[in-house]
């Protein structure tokens, strides 16, 4: 059971610790590619949320996901490992989603490390299906599950 939690768009001050938190939960093995200035950039971006969840004033959780005009992508999404298991994850992609339904859109894809079990079957608990494999997509280490979920009357 989680205990309070707050959701909000990230602040310039929170680009570092996102950064961070990419680096040690999404980009292991891999080249450290968002960085404290690309996560800034994202922050900046109109056509982009980054979304920070706070726990006891905290930061444990981020996404960033890019609007388009009929879907949208999640770049990034990740919980610190010491708070996973325990709502925080779900509580993020029900926010994200919610946003996505109030800007119109009605369908959220991603991709996931291909080997990630419990990323895979965590987006699969919340409705999304795979929508196929992008060979070598992370720097030719791994392939990519490209996940899809759909809502409205095509969904």
Do not use: C
């Not at 996102?18 to 056509?47: K, P």
Request: hydrophobic letters at 45%; aromatic letters at 8%.
């Amino acid at each position: 059971m989680i205990t309070a939690y707050e959701i909000t768009l990230a602040e310039v001050a929170d680009a570092a610790a996102i950064a961070v938190l990419s680096r040690d939960a999404i980009e292991t093995g891999l080249s450290w590619r968002w960085t404290a200035r690309r996560v800034l950039r994202s922050i900046l971006d109109e056509s982009t949320n980054v979304a920070v969840l706070r726990r006891d004033g905290q930061l444990q959780g981020f996404a960033i996901m890019r609007y388009g005009d009929e879907e949208a992508h999640i770049s990034l999404f990740a919980v610190r490992a010491s708070q996973r298991r325990i709502g925080l994850g779900s509580a993020l992609l029900a926010w994200l989603e919610a946003t996505a339904q109030v800007a119109g859109i009605r369908t959220i894809k991603l991709e996931a490390r291909a080997g990630n079990a419990a990323a895979k079957s965590f987006y699969r608990r919340h409705g999304f299906t795979e929508a196929g494999l992008s060979p070598g997509y992370y720097e030719d280490v791994e392939d990519a599950v490209r996940m899809v979920k759909r809502w409205g009357p095509e969904g």
